[in-house]
Structures are given as structure tokens and as C-alpha cells.
């Protein structure tokens, strides 16, 4: 009997090692790969095996060349499978085990699918150069993946993964670009990602490891802690991406050495960054784009930043630094052409050297306490977007062409709003909250946005305003604007906000608003508006925010749009009109009528009042005796 029990023993040993040698050959051969596709046919839904453009089970069928349309590809001897691409083939559940036989392929993408677990087995595909995994909902990585010495690129943005990223990716060598960022994907396909995901803690010293990243991109997670300095070994690093994150402490000044001569983008936005810029980061000959906002960076801007010659981004915004702005920063031989300085507490003038910056398309200093005028030679500039708004700036608006977007509201500037403004290209404008005066004009170009409100422009509303292009907005609140509404607004269809309160309007209002099928903020109110309001033409509007208060109008609907709070000096039949001679005169006197009418009868009642309050308090003995106040008999 132990014989037979040893005989079996011996036979089932040598099935399972003439198994595994099957295996192993597999691994390595066409054949293997043909059992990992059929592996992924037969584990997720086969309609989606039209991408492979045939049944990798069936054996009779070659597996190399691939058949056309197919979404892999051979090596040219067609001995391999050395190209997969799965991505959108909505995939579900768990990557087969037997991906670990793939050991040709270069290139894996499993990207934009539902999967939600990767073997352990990736680790055997050694020959792997680039794997995406982007857009699933992956957890957690297999350790296994950082041994893929050949990886150069890897996706894994837009997942589920959290907790610390493993210290063992400084195993990966050949990393040339790690990015955190799925829309910079989308928008070049070339950059690749890591990330979007969830990860925390620090971020692993050993990144320093990866001498050959050139690209090290990780926004939009919860890394937290100070910025480690083994970054510093990356010299060819030429891009570092740290955007919204938790990072604190001071910038390490042993960042900027001389390993990062190649450095052109350094961008740290949205963390806990605290203290000054170290002076090392000015140093660096190559940055184009420097990008430290949403801190809490303290000190003056440094006029060592007119070191950085390269320099074409500078976003400073929203921090706490002081000072005036260095004129030397901004000077003609610079190739500035954004510089957000917005949301900090500068202060001084805007310097002219502004002016001969020949390359500046953005300028953003809007929330600072900037005083003195805004520099007129600054209509020499063809400038993009122009925002000023927030601060202490007096004088007149310059002449500004050919600009898109300006906003200077809050502030205290004077004068007229210059005709390029209007005549120009410019899509929003916005100049509310000053002491601006003159009148709109009869010409406009091309407004999205337009924001005047609480001035002091006189005049009209020319109907030329009903020729606007494509306007999104019209905010002339607080004006002296008077006149009545154009019937042709209901021209501009694209309106979403129309806010024409608190002036002298007068008239109806008008009935083509029902053409307005986008608006959704309407405000008439504290005019002298008239007329009836035939609300059910009006029904069809979708509005959000409606106000007709205080006016002298009359509504089918008394509710509609507060139409039912009126003017207090309102007459039956409309608003207050300049009255006639006559109407003058027979006014005054009904009015000094009513007055001395009322002016005896509170007399009368008070002396009343007086009497019965004497009679009440004072004793007795002070009263005089009825009798004793009849006139005196004949003697």
C-alpha cells in the first residue's frame, strides 16, 4: 500500500512540475500572450473584444500579426505582443493574474475603465516602459510595480489611492515624467500623470533617487510636511508641480543649486508655504514660470526677481507681501507677459517702467492698497486683461486698445470713460464704484460684460446698447441716467443680468423683455417707471431675480417683481411730473392749507391736554373759586 501511496506521490509531483514548466515557457512565448488575452476575454465582458478585432481563445486564428483595427500590436518579427491598449473599453473588477506572462510588452493601457485591483503579477512584465491606469478605481498599488527598473512613464491619476506613496518608487530609475495631473494629460497627450488622487503624508525623500525626471508633477492631493531637499539631486529636473497640497514651512533655499540650471516652471500655488523667497531661487538662469500664490509669503518683493531674465509667468498673488513694486522687476529688457500680483497688501504707485514691458498681455494688481494714477502710457501696451479693481487709485482712465477684459471698480478715478473702451474689442468691462461722469456712447463694439453701476453718467441709454454682441451682462445701477428703457433690449438675446436701478428712468417697461429667453437677474426698481405691467407676457421668463419696487407702476399681478411696493410720492396715473404753473400755484396753497389746519388743531388739543393735566396735579388751594371770576355789581 505505501508503495502505491509513493508511486501516486511521485506521478502527481511530476504533473504539477511538468505544469509549471509549461507555465514558465508560456510566460516567456506567443503562446503566453495569447493566454493572458483570453484570460482578460474570458474575465470581462467579450463585446468588448471588437477592440482586439478577433477571439484570442480561438487557437486556430494567429495571434501575430494582428488583425487590422486591432488594439495591440507585435514586435516586428512578430514573435511578441508588445502593445496593448484596452482604454475605454469599460472594463471592470480585477486585472487578470495571467498579465504577469507579458513580459514583451512595452506599453499597457487600461486607462478610463472601472477596474478596481491590480495582481501582484504586474511585477513580471519587466520589459514595461509606460503603464496607464489612469481614471479607475484603483485603492492601492501592488508593491510589485515598483520593480519595473524600465518604466519611464506611469498614469495612475484620477484613482482612489491614498495613504503615503511608497518610498519605493525611488526603485524607479528610469522615470523621466511624474505627473499628479489628469487635465494636462488631456490637453497634450505626450505629459504623462500619477495622480489626482488622494495621497498624504510627506512626499518620499527617495524621488531624490530619480536622477533622470525631468518632470515631477503631484497637484491636487494632501501631501503635507515641508518640501524635502533630496529634490535637489533632480538635475535634470526641468518642471516641479506642487499645486494644492499641504505643504508648510519655508521654501529649503538648498532647492535652487546649481543642479537646477534646467529648472522652467517651479509652481507651489494653493499650500501653507510660509517666510520670505529664499534668495538661491533667483539664481536659477532658466525659469520662465514662477508660480507662489495662495500662501502666506511675507516680506517685500525682492528686486532680485529682475535677475530672473527668463522669467515670462510671475503669480505672487494672494500672499501677505508688502512694499511698493520694484520698478527694476519690471523693466523693457524683460520677457514678462502675465504677472499676477493680486490680493496682498502693496502699496505706493504703479511704476511707469510697466510701459515698456513689450511682452505683457496679463496684469493683475486688484486688492492691494496701490495709490496715484494708472499710468497713461500704459495705452502703448496691448494688453489681454487689465485688473486694477479694489484699491486707492485717483486720476483718469487711459486710453486702452484692443483689450479684452478691464476691471478698475473700487477705486476713485474720475472723468470720462475713455472711447477706446467702448469702440475697442473689449469683451467685459467693468468700471463701477467710482466717481466716472459723461454719458454712454452712441457707438459700442463687442461687450460680454458691462458694469458702469454707481457712477455719476448722466444722459440716456442710447439704443445703440441694443447692438451689442452677444452680451451676457448690463449693470448700470446708481447712475443719473434717465430717458427711457429702449424697446430694443429684447434684441439682446443672449442677456442673462440687466440691472438699470436707482436712476431716473421713466416710461414703461418695455414688452420685448419676453424675447429674453436667458435672462434671469431683472432690476428696475427705484426709477420712476410707468405704466401698466402685462404680466402674462412676461411669464415665459425664467427669471431667478426680479425687482420692479418703487416705481409708479401698475401690474396685472401685484406680486410680480414686488410691483406692488411703490413710490411713496406716486400719483394715480403715473410718476412724478414737473407740474405746471397753475398746478404749482394750487399746490403751494392746498399745501400751506393743510398745514395751518393742522397746526390749530394741535394747538386746540394741547391746550386741552394742559387744563385737564393742572386740574389733576396742582392742590386745591390754587384754584380760583368759579364765582370769584364773574364781573363785579354796580357798586
Not at 511 to 521: E, Q, V
Amino acid at each position: 500500500g505505501s508503495s502505491v501511496h509513493s508511486g501516486m506521490r511521485a506521478e502527481a509531483c511530476a504533473v504539477l512540475v511538468a505544469a509549471l514548466a509549461v507555465a514558465v515557457a508560456r510566460a516567456g512565448t506567443l503562446e503566453g500572450d495569447r493566454r493572458a488575452l483570453c484570460d482578460m476575454r474570458l474575465q470581462w465582458n467579450p463585446k468588448v473584444w471588437t477592440l482586439l478585432a478577433f477571439d484570442p481563445c480561438n487557437e486556430t486564428t494567429p495571434l501575430c500579426p494582428p488583425p487590422r483595427d486591432a488594439q495591440y500590436r507585435c514586435s516586428r518579427d512578430n514573435a511578441r505582443v508588445v502593445q496593448i491598449n484596452l482604454s475605454g473599453a469599460r472594463l471592470v473588477g480585477a486585472v487578470p493574474a495571467s498579465i504577469g506572462n507579458l513580459d514583451a510588452v512595452t506599453d499597457l493601457s487600461f486607462s478610463a475603465n472601472n477596474l478596481s485591483y491590480l495582481t501582484d503579477t504586474i511585477g513580471q512584465c519587466t520589459a514595461l516602459e509606460q503603464l496607464s491606469l489612469y481614471i479607475n478605481q484603483f485603492t492601492k498599488l501592488p508593491t510589485t510595480l515598483f520593480q519595473l527598473s524600465r518604466l519611464r512613464v506611469l498614469y495612475l491619476q484620477n484613482n482612489f489611492l491614498s495613504g503615503r506613496l511608497s518610498e519605493s518608487i525611488g526603485n524607479l530609475t528610469s522615470l523621466t515624467s511624474l505627473y499628479f495631473f489628469l487635465r494636462l494629460s488631456f490637453v497634450h497627450p505626450t505629459l504623462r500623470s500619477i495622480g489626482s488622487n488622494n495621497f498624504s503624508g510627506p512626499l518620499p525623500a527617495s524621488l531624490g533617487d530619480l536622477t533622470s525626471l525631468q518632470i515631477l508633477s503631484a497637484p491636487h492631493n494632501n501631501f503635507n510636511g515641508t518640501v524635502p531637499e533630496t529634490l535637489s539631486q533632480l538635475r535634470h529636473l526641468r518642471s516641479l508641480n506642487l499645486n494644492f497640497n499641504h505643504f508648510s514651512g519655508e521654501l529649503p533655499s538648498r532647492l535652487f543649486t546649481s543642479n537646477w540650471t534646467s529648472l522652467m516652471a517651479l509652481s507651489v500655488h494653493a499650500n501653507e508655504l510660509s517666510g520670505t523667497i529664499p534668495s538661491s531661487l533667483f539664481s536659477l538662469p532658466n525659469l520662465n514660470q514662477l508660480v507662489l500664490s495662495n500662501n502666506n509669503f511675507t516680506g517685500t518683493l525682492p528686486s532680485a526677481l529682475g535677475k530672473l531674465t527668463s522669467l515670462v509667468t510671475l503669480v505672487l498673488a494672494s500672499n501677505r507681501f508688502e512694499g511698493t513694486l520694484p520698478a527694476s522687476v519690471f523693466t523693457a529688457d524683460t520677457l514678462l507677459s502675465l504677472i499676477y500680483l493680486n490680493n496682498n497688501n502693496l502699496s505706493g504707485t504703479i511704476p511707469a517702467t510697466m510701459c515698456g514691458l513689450q511682452h505683457l498681455q496679463n496684469l493683475a494688481l486688484e486688492r492691494n492698497h496701490l495709490s496715484g494714477t494708472i499710468p497713461h502710457c500704459l495705452c502703448n501696451t496691448s494688453f489681454s486683461d487689465l485688473q486694477l479693481h479694489h484699491n486707492e487709485l485717483v486720476g483718469t482712465l487711459p486710453e486702452l486698445r484692443s483689450i479684452f477684459s478691464i476691471n478698475v471698480a473700487e477705486n476713485k478715478l474720475t472723468g470720462t470713460i475713455p472711447v477706446s473702451v467702448w469702440t475697442s474689442s473689449t469683451y467685459y468691462i467693468n468700471v463701477s464704484r467710482n466717481a466716472l461722469s459723461g454719458t454712454l456712447p452712441e457707438e459700442h463694439a463687442f461687450c460680454g460684460a458691462l458694469d458702469a453701476s454707481y457712477n455719476q453718467l448722466t444722459g440716456t441709454i442710447p439704443a445703440s446698447l441694443c447692438g451689442l454682441q452677444v452680451p451676457s451682462s448690463i449693470r448700470l445701477a446708481g447712475n443719473k441716467l434717465r430717458g427711457t428703457i429702449p424697446e430694443c433690449i429684447g434684441n439682446l438675446s443672449s442677456v442673462e443680468i440687466i440691472d438699470l436701478s436707482q436712476n431716473n428712468l421713466t416710461g414703461a417697461v418695455p414688452c420685448s423683455l419676453r424675447n429674453l429667453k436667458l435672462l434671469r437677474t431683472l432690476d428696475f426698481s427705484n426709477n420712476n417707471l410707468s405704466g401698466v405691467v402685462n404680466v402674462s407676457a412676461l411669464a415665459t421668463l425664467n427669471l431667478t431675480s426680479c425687482n420692479v419696487s418703487l416705481n409708479c407702476l401698475t401690474c396685472t399681478v401685484d406680486a410680480w417683481c414686488h410691483c406692488n411696493v411703490r413710490r411713496p410720492a406716486c400719483v394715480a396715473g403715473g410718476p412724478d411730473e414737473e407740474p405746471t404753473a397753475g398746478a404749482s400755484f394750487m399746490s403751494v396753497t392746498l399745501t400751506v392749507l393743510g398745514v395751518g389746519l393742522v397746526v390749530v388743531a394741535l394747538g386746540v388739543l394741547g391746550f386741552a391736554l394742559f387744563r385737564r393735566y393742572r386740574r389733576r396735579r396742582a392742590p386745591e388751594a390754587l384754584f380760583t373759586p368759579l364765582d370769584e371770576l364773574q364781573p363785579a355789581g354796580p357798586v
